[in-house]
């Protein structure tokens, strides 16, 4: 029962993000924000920037800042800045990347001898490598696809298209109303008239 309120609940903030209500529109256009900003920094090529050029120039500021801050607070006889310790995380990332290769040199050595399941990983392979080719600009597409499901649900809400079609067929009903009704009287003036002309001599 938990375990449905918990997805219930996460239902709600997902929709309530993407639809820019109860008090999430500010976290809706931090995402919409990111998301094209990190479109313009990465892929628009003005910047020349990547992912591990910005994240080596951010690391490299930080330890810049750090360094002058431990010095300048020996200097004052401040305590120096806090400073968490990463060695339990750096820890863990070693022994995923650790069985992450392993597992990986084990499947090689598996397709090498030629076991049984090498059909399976060719072909994961030759798949991965069309998708490459098919799908070479699809981070713009990924970002298109947020940017998309950031606004076009919030603007379809808040435009009331429902409203809108409703009313639409509203009017094509009476159109067609109308149009019935023009071509009966047509129908019946037509009939009138030549039974009108069958009649004389």
């Known amino acids: 029962m938990d375990h449905r309120r918990c997805h219930h609940h996460a239902g709600e903030f997902v929709a309530d993000v993407v639809l820019w209500r109860r008090g999430r529109a500010d976290l809706s256009a931090l995402l919409l924000a990111a998301a094209v900003?990190?479109?313009?920094?990465?892929?628009?090529?003005?910047?020349g920037y990547t992912a591990v050029s910005l994240a080596a120039d951010v690391l490299l500021l930080l330890l810049a800042v750090l360094y002058a801050w431990?010095?300048?607070?020996?200097?004052l006889g401040r305590p120096a800045p806090p400073i968490p310790d990463l060695q339990p995380a750096a820890e863990e990332l070693?022994?995923?990347?650790?069985?992450?290769?392993?597992?990986?040199?084990?499947?090689?050595?598996?397709?090498?001898q030629g076991q049984p399941g090498?059909?399976?990983?060719?072909?994961?392979?030759?798949?991965?490598?069309?998708?490459?080719?098919?799908?070479?600009?699809?981070?713009?597409l990924c970002y298109a696809v947020v940017v998309g499901g950031l606004t076009i649900p919030a603007v379809y809400q808040r435009l009331s298209m429902e409203r809108y079609m409703r009313l639409a067929s509203l009017n094509l009903y009476r159109y067609e109303v109308l149009y019935q009704s023009f071509s009966l009287t047509c129908y019946l003036s037509a009939r009138d008239y030549l039974v009108e002309l069958l009649k004389e001599p």
């Open 37 to 47: 900003a990190s479109w313009i920094l990465f892929f628009h090529g003005a910047s």
């Open 70 to 75: 431990s010095r300048a607070a020996r200097l």
């Open 94 to 112: 070693a022994a995923l990347v650790r069985s992450g290769l392993a597992g990986l040199a084990s499947a090689f050595r598996r397709v090498a």
């Open 118 to 140: 090498s059909g399976r990983v060719f072909a994961c392979l030759a798949a991965a490598a069309l998708l490459g080719r098919v799908a070479r600009d699809l981070p713009t």
